[in-house]
């Protein structure tokens, strides 16, 4: 199990420090996602995707929820006024909660893209002054002894805090 810590770094050569011994401390490469304004990270460094910014995967979520009661129900009102030939009425009601979950999820990711994550709002002020936030993902009994290392060597570095789990595709 992965927990996700978030550090906010004063500028990029902290990040680059910051990088460096979070690699001597073999956390990999791709468990770390730093967070900048446009353009300012350099290309090496690994930058936080589209699921790590944004409410991409809650926005999918809900829209499938949403959208599936709605083509239950879509289909539930077939069952009380069907056609005059409808003669498959049970598939008829799972068709179309299948396709107002899959309508829902995608109409509803497509929204949620441009939302930013609701765990980064605390940083988006110093992310837009010019700090860098990294979030780093590590096995929750390495929690501690990340936090002391970055405190230990890096006291200019903020600890942001721990989201308590790791979403999947991020």
């Not at 680059?16 to 770390?32: G, Y």
């Not at 353009?39 to 589209?50: H, Q, T, W, Y």
């Not at 809650?58 to 409808?86: Q, T």
């Not at 899959?102 to 700090?131: N, T």
Request: some cysteine.
């Amino acid at each position: 199990m992965k927990r996700r810590l978030y550090f906010m770094l004063p500028d990029l050569g902290s990040a680059r420090a910051m990088m460096d011994e979070l690699l001597l401390a073999r956390i990999d490469e791709r468990h770390m996602h730093f967070c900048a304004r446009e353009g300012m990270l350099p290309a090496d460094m690994p930058e936080a995707n589209s699921f790590q910014k944004t409410d991409l995967v809650h926005g999918a979520e809900v829209g499938m929820l949403i959208g599936g009661i709605a083509g239950l129900l879509a289909g539930c009102l077939w069952l009380i006024f069907p056609p005059e030939s409808m003669e498959m009425r049970i598939l008829a009601v799972l068709v179309s909660a299948i396709g107002g979950a899959l309508f829902g999820s995608w109409a509803s990711a497509k929204a949620a893209k441009s939302i930013p994550r609701s765990s980064l709002k605390p940083f988006l002020e110093d992310i837009e002054s010019g700090k860098v936030l990294l979030m780093v993902d590590v096995p929750f009994k390495r929690i501690t002894e990340i936090q002391q290392l970055v405190s230990n060597r890096h006291p200019e570095i903020c600890f942001g805090g721990v989201d308590p789990q790791v979403p999947v595709f991020s």
